[in-house]
């Protein structure tokens, strides 16, 4: 698979319209989940996503400073989505967004928050669950973290 990794800045139009699209259908129609997806954080992003063969974002994800707070030293995974399940896209592009938060960014550690179900998802990539589940927008979520360098 061939990921394009891109900051906020240098995205085409028609890219982040097709990201922003990829997110809406998964995130709000098939996961019927009403949120506020433009939350000012994709423009200080790096924006990892990948083509399908129909010319849709197939699978997306962006990396950025928790809090805003590079001093800090963590680095924030957030709106992982895949368009296309089952064809290994989601372990791919994650790996690649683990790659970008320590080689571009580097993270001490990562940090995200992962739908309860996706848990196993995440840990392949050694994040570990760090906090008791909590609801997020209706769903069930739990915080984990990847300390790098261990």
Known sequence: ???LVKHFNELSTTELYEILKTRFEIFVTEQ???YQ???????????????NENGRVAGCL???????????????????????????IGGQMLHEGVRIATEH???????????QYAIG????E???????????DGIPHVKMERINGK
């Open 32 to 34: 019927e989940c009403i």
């Open 121 to 124: 998802y995440y840990e392949k």
């Open 62 to 88: 962006r990396v950025f400073w928790k809090d805003h707070d590079e001093a800090a030293g963590v680095a924030q995974i957030g709106r992982v989505v895949t368009l296309e399940h089952g064809k290994g």
């Open 1 to 3: 698979m061939n990921f």
């Open 126 to 136: 050694g994040f570990e669950v760090v906090s008791e589940p909590f609801m997020e």
């Open 105 to 115: 960014f580097k993270a001490k550690k990562i940090y995200l928050e992962a739908q």
């Open 37 to 51: 997806d433009l939350d000012d954080k994709d423009q200080d992003a790096i924006h990892v996503f990948c083509w």
